[in-house]
């Protein structure tokens, strides 16, 4: 999962790119397709209105598996080019580990919003305008009775054991990064299931803002008021995984040996 110097920073940029094409496309996109056909809108319901996501005809279960597969198929298929940091929280964690310089991951960030806001107006543009309107893009928002506080610390407890799994793959030399991909895509899949009705789930800075924008392009609800819960709490929550990783699962250094304990150790006949 560790990018390669042979691609230059624009390669990695569309690679990242199409990364979060594929989370907003498929993922974000079943969300959408789920609340249309839930009970609430079928009664002219709305969308930011909660309650029924998760009780339409894919249910909590097809949206956390399309979040795995959207997550994973990208890194197995560019993960070689630009190490597959699948949301900008993960480059924020790296880059306060200095795993990645600020140029380039200033430019994996921008290319994921962009590549967000893509998919959003690809599956607008598919599906038609009541995805934005009625479905408001699959936005991420707190559910009724969530405090500003849980929410934040949600999506920061589950960020947290994502960077920690893209610690593992990217920087750990015992980890068959093989694996990468399904073990990301499962980490996602299983946030999903534990925080979906709490937060919306998003763990990423990027899934969050590109539906916000998309459903502002169209005229869809307004919800930026929450845009800070889910920038804050995933980057923290990447930071505290990273940091965790570096100093308790890494491999320690070599310890220096007490030379006179060595002199005093028998050495047998």
């Not at 909590?60 to 399309?66: D, R, S, T």
């Not at 962009?114 to 998919?119: E, L, P, Q, R, S």
């Not at 491999?251 to 304990?261: F, I, K, M, N």
């Amino acid at each position: 999962m560790t990018e390669s110097e042979t691609y230059s920073l624009s390669q990695r940029a569309v690679a990242e790119f199409v990364g979060t094409f594929s989370i907003i496309f498929f993922g974000a996109g079943v969300v959408v397709i789920d609340f249309l056909t839930s009970p609430e809108v079928l009664e002219g319901g709305e969308y930011l209105a909660g309650g029924s996501l998760g009780l339409g005809a894919l249910g909590w279960v097809g949206i956390a598996l399309a979040h795995t597969a959207a997550g994973a198929l990208p890194i197995y298929a560019l993960g070689h080019v630009s190490g597959g940091h699948i949301t900008p929280a993960v480059t924020v964690g790296f880059l306060a580990l200095d795993r990645i310089d600020p140029r380039p991951a200033a430019v994996y960030v921008l290319a994921r919003l962009a590549g967000g806001v893509a998919a959003g107006v690809t599956f607008v543009a598919v599906r038609g305008q009541e995805a934005v309107t009625v479905g408001a893009m699959g936005s991420t928002v707190p559910f009724p009775g969530v405090s500003q506080l849980q929410a934040v610390g949600n999506e920061a407890l589950i960020t947290f054991f994502l960077m920690v799994v893209a610690m593992a793959m990217a920087v750990d030399d015992r980890t068959p990064d093989q694996f990468a991909g399904l073990a990301i895509g499962l980490t996602v899949g299983m946030g999903i299931f534990a925080t979906g009705n709490v937060t919306g789930a998003s763990f990423d800075p990027a899934r969050t803002l590109s539906p916000y924008v998309t459903t502002s392009l169209f005229g869809g609800p307004s919800v930026w008021h929450h845009t800070w819960i889910y920038v804050v709490g995933p980057c923290a929550g990447a930071v505290a995984g990273g940091v965790f990783y570096k100093y308790v699962a890494l491999a320690p250094r070599e310890l220096p040996v007490d030379a006179s304990a060595a002199e005093a150790e028998p050495t047998g006949d």
